[in-house]
């Protein structure tokens, strides 16, 4: 469930206390995964794709373990964007994943001083242009996922060259292959 030892530095190099065990208890009793990233360091995943209830108010459930966690997928979950002021004292969170989720991004600049968060996923979501926008300014993110099916973000706003690498609007085409058609 964890590796061994840090095989990459995307996570932070730190020295953490043990995290909370009846925090981490409370959260598994909901239906919570909390599972350590590395065995040999005491920073955690947490993924509430058990418990599609996990709401605005169940954010508070992660405070204890909050300079803990690196990775947290709130996909599928009826979080809103209320939950980014607290978020951005997660101060180690490298991977945030909010896809399928009611976002519209209002609030999304108060993690721009997260200087730890690489990866932001909003597919799926109600995010809204002039967010979209804000995440420019995040100079640290290295990759913000926003595939959106029902529209074409890429068309409605200007990003400059230099930052387009970073954002991810999906729509990928396969190229057809002549084996393709061979019954």
Do not use: M, W
Not at 16 to 43: C, D, T
Not at 106 to 128: C, D, F, M, V
Not at 151 to 159: G, M
């Amino acid at each position: 469930p964890f590796l061994s030892k840090p095989t990459s530095n995307v996570y932070p190099n730190v020295t953490l206390a043990i995290p909370n065990k009846k925090a981490i208890e409370l959260l598994k009793q909901k239906g919570v995964l909390v599972r350590p990233v590395y065995e040999s360091a005491n920073i955690l995943s947490v993924n509430t794709i058990n418990y599609p209830g996990f709401n605005d108010a169940d954010i508070a459930l992660l405070n204890e373990l909050k300079e803990h966690i690196v990775e947290l997928n709130l996909s599928h979950s009826t979080v809103s964007d209320s939950i980014f002021k607290n978020l951005s004292t997660f101060t180690h969170l490298t991977q945030l994943k909010l896809d399928f989720t009611s976002i519209t991004g209002k609030g999304i600049q108060a993690l721009e001083n997260l200087s730890y968060l690489k990866q932001l996923h909003l597919t799926n979501t109600s995010l809204r242009r002039e967010f979209i926008e804000n995440l420019i300014e995040f100079s640290h993110l290295e990759k913000v996922y926003l595939f959106q099916p029902n529209r074409d973000l890429l068309s409605e706003i200007r990003l400059p060259k230099k930052v387009l690498k970073r954002f991810d609007f999906g729509h990928y085409q396969l190229q057809n292959l002549a084996s393709d058609s061979i019954v």
